[in-house]
Structure formats: structure tokens, C-alpha cells
């Protein structure tokens, strides 16, 4: 059953694949570990494709659609085109949209027309959604094979956000088994790779996002992140990513054994090429006061604000105690306090807090249940769990507790929390500034 359900999934999406996105004889082979130029070489975009997928920010890219001086439907089937290429070198979308996303481009560009201007601040841009965020009449599987067949009767709040704002949902993207991997590897869709090192791993588990940008087959992304997921793939691809804080973005419409669970709490947030972009996503999501339609969230507005580097510290932990970095890290965070030192920022350095600790409680508010959960989820349907799920759903901390047991972990947690609130502050005092951020 299991078997010919991943069969017919497989089937869905290669058929969706975009038919003048093939690379035929052009498809390189495994020992090309780097494929990051292979869009640009391959011979099948064209110039403007080229140009409009590599020499433009998400930002730029709506101005220009704004003025009249791109399509929608230029910009689509340019982004369409290239997401394509980079799946049959990564492996990262789960299904193309193509006929609907360019019925939605042409739709955009007829109202441009009729009405003389853009439908909202996103009109025509091309936005790839990670496979988590459910999309009506359309599998949404949260990293278990038991959710196959699962056919969403709605869209993610999110999405319908972004799609009044004018976006164009076009690809949607892979993610790993539990979903609880910085890596992205499912029985399912197989493993994703790094377009820059194809024996590497493109992270996750917004995995199939940071592949897809990081070979510019998306301008911006929607991931999620509950330990790294979005900061991970961003990082592993070269691209921006931002976890914005809890309770900020709508997350109705995500699916998964975690929902439901208060004790660590997922977010969604973008992935983009350029970190204006961040702002944008940002901007127009809580332009639209989402806390009226979801009254979990916080009634904070979007800010904009100025920085003066000349009043910046930030902070810098070169060994978390717990993880030494290997030297190409330590050289790349060396490379990036120098970098701020000559834009004027103060750096300092900053002593770990109890790393280990911090690692123990979350990996324990992870699965307070003893990950039974997750494990019925695979035992079910003889779902073989995969290393990196073993791994974590066995960490030392991972056991089934009670309700007295919950509550005092999650006052742990606050003291946790608390104590390094307290410590930050007090290092503020004795230098007599304030600590903007830790790198």
C-alpha cells in the first residue's frame, strides 16, 4: 500500500515537472558535485530568463511589475523554468503548480491592465511553499509516509495573505521524515542535496527551499522552524532566511504531529536572496493585522527602523562549549567580525551559558509524550525511521511524562531562559552598552 501510494506520488510530481525546464543529455551526472552554474549554462533560459531570475531581488521585482515594465506572466514562467532545472539537480520540489500559477500570472497581468496599477504589494511574484504549509486539493504528507493520501480542504492562512497580497504559489518544496532533521532526507521524495557541494546536504528541514534559492529558482520562500529549520538551509545555501519570533505570523494551516503542542513552539518565515526581501515578507504580512483573523498572534506592526553602526554591539560565541566548529566555521565567523570592525561595529566577545543545558530541555519539550507519537506514526504503516529520526527521538532527555512532570519541565525552561536574560543584562551593565545580537 505504502509503496504504490510513494509510486503514485512520484509519478504526480515528475509529471509536473515544466517540459521546457528538461535537461535531457544536459542532465550532468553524480561526480558534478557543484551544479550552481549549470542554470546559467545549460542552454535553456533564455536571457531575460537569465537576467530576471539572477540580477533582481523579490523587492526590485514587484517595483518593476508595479511600473508595467515586467509581466507577471514574464516573471513566472522565468522562475517556473528555473525551478524545474534545479530540481533535476537537487531534488527539492514536491509538485510544480505550472498551470495554475500561470493562469494566476495572466490573471494578475489582466487586472493590472483593467485597473491601471498592481493587485497589492506582491503583484506577480513568484513565492515556492514548503510541503507543510497545506494547500487546498492538495497533499500535504508533514514528513510521514501515514500522511500520504492526506488531501488538504483548505489553505494556510499564510497563504491566503500572501495570494491577496498578489503572490503566485508555483512549486512546492521538500522537507525530511519527522520533519525534525537539519538535513532532508524522506522514504518518500529521497534526499535533497546542496546545489554547491552535491555530496553535502542543502539542510533542513526547510530543506528543499534552501536548494531551490540557492540555485535562484525562487525570488522568496516560506519556510518554517522550530530548532534551525529555516536558519539552516538559508545558511547551507548561501540565501537569507529569518525565524521570526513566536506568535508574530500566522501559522493556521500548518500540519504535523507537533501541532498542539505549546511547550516549543514552531513559526513560519521566509527565505529570500537579498535581505531587504525579509523586510518585505515582513512587511506585508503584518501590514494586513493578521491578529484579527488569528488571536494567537501579537498586535505588533511591522517597524522600520534606521541602524547606526557606529551603535552596534554585537557579540561574538566562537564555541557554544558544547560543539567545537571546524575551521572552515570559525574562519567564516573571522571573516564576518572583520568585516563589521570596518563597518564600525563594536564586537566583543561572548562566554556560552550552559549550552548543554539549553540542548537537554529542548530536546526533551521536543517530545514530552517520549516521541510515542511520532514512533505509532511510522510503526503503523512500517515506515523504517532513518538515522537522524533515531537520533533525535533518542535523545537522553526524550521520555513520556505526566502532567506534573510536563509542568515542571516547562518551569525549567523559564528559568532557563530567565538565567540568561539575567546574564545578558548584567554583561550590559559592566560594559556599559548594549549587546544587540550574538553571532
Known sequence: ???????????????????????????????????????????????????????????????????????????????????????????CATEFLGEVAINRAKYLDEEFNRRGGPVGPLHGLPISVKDLLIMRGRRSVAGYIKWINRIAEDDALILKILYEAGAIFYVRTTQPQSLMHLECSSPIYGTTVNPFNRSLTCGGSSGGEGALLGLKGSPMGIGTDIGGSIRSPAANNGVYGLKPTTFRIPKQGLVGVQMGRESIITTIGPLAQAREDINLFMKTILDTQPWLRDPSLVPIPWRLITLDSKNLTVAVMWDDGVVHPHPPI????????????????????????????????????????????????????????????????????????????????????????????????????????SIDCIL
Open 1 to 91: 500500500m505504502a509503496a504504490s501510494s510513494i509510486q503514485q506520488v512520484l509519478e504526480i510530481r515528475d509529471a509536473s515537472i515544466p517540459k521546457d525546464s528538461l535537461l535531457g543529455n544536459a542532465l550532468p551526472g553524480s561526480s558534478l558535485l557543484d551544479v550552481s552554474n549549470i542554470p546559467r549554462q545549460c542552454g535553456l533560459l533564455s536571457n531575460d530568463e537569465i537576467n530576471i531570475t539572477e540580477n533582481y531581488t523579490a523587492t526590485q521585482l514587484v517595483t518593476l511589475m508595479a511600473l508595467g515594465q515586467l509581466t507577471a506572466e514574464q516573471v513566472l514562467r522565468a522562475y517556473l523554468k528555473r525551478a524545474g532545472i534545479a530540481h533535476q539537480l537537487t531534488n
Open 330 to 433: 570559525t574562519r567564516a565567523i573571522q571573516e564576518t567580525v572583520e568585516y563589521l570592525k570596518k563597518s564600525g561595529i563594536r564586537i566583543i566577545d561572548w562566554e556560552p551559558i550552559d549550552h548543554q543545558k539549553g540542548w537537554d530541555l529542548i530536546s526533551a519539550l521536543y517530545f514530552c509524550n517520549g516521541a510515542e507519537t511520532e514512533r505509532n506514526m511510522m510503526t503503523e504503516v512500517n515506515e523504517e525511521p532513518l538515522p537522524l529520526t533515531e537520533w533525535i527521538l533518542n535523545q537522553p532527555h526524550v521520555k513520556k511524562r505526566n502532567w506534573t512532570e510536563m509542568n515542571e519541565l516547562i518551569v525549567e525552561r523559564e528559568n532557563y531562559r530567565n538565567r540568561y536574560a539575567h546574564i545578558w543584562n548584567e554583561r550590559e551593565t559592566s560594559l556599559n552598552c
